[in-house]
């Protein structure tokens, strides 16, 4: 059954998708289907999703989400044929923003190091992650 779970998941996923991008284009835009993870039994799914923006972005794109919920299930009722449709249930996946905020902090810690092999001290802005870091590290 493990097989079928994931196919059932990302028929959804690519199903969802298209449904927001072609029939809710102006309001979807920012927002990725990440992932949808099938219950055993295929009666509920849980539809990860992203959002290009801050946390203002990630609010809209929640009420947005939970509006259009119910006629979401109805048109995937009629593009997908399975004995039932799940319900979805919408979750915010912060895994793309901690993914940037991890990659500008191996950016920083990097320039560091070419500055320090270059020989040159390099000049931090105040507030920015190597500050905090350190303020944190510090007794």
């Not at 996923?13 to 979807?28: C, D, P, T, V």
């Not at 560091?112 to 001290?121: K, L, P, T």
Request: aromatic share 6%.
């Amino acid at each position: 059954m493990g097989q079928r779970k994931i196919r059932v998941g990302e028929l959804v996923k690519r199903e969802l998708s298209g449904l927001l991008h072609g029939r809710w284009r102006a309001e979807a835009v920012s927002i990725t289907i990440t992932e949808v993870d099938v219950s055993p039994d295929l009666k509920n799914a849980k539809v990860f999703y992203s959002v290009f923006g801050g946390r203002e972005s990630a609010a809209k794109a929640a009420r947005f989400l939970s509006a259009v919920k119910k006629e979401l299930r109805r048109l995937l009722s009629k593009n997908i044929i399975l004995k039932y449709t799940p319900e979805l249930n919408f979750i915010y996946d912060a895994s793309a923003e901690r993914a940037m905020k991890t990659l500008a902090i191996l950016d920083e810690l990097d320039a560091d190091a070419n500055a320090v092999r270059n020989g040159e001290e390099r000049e931090r802005e105040p507030g920015g992650p190597a500050e905090e870091n350190a303020a944190k590290t510090e007794f």
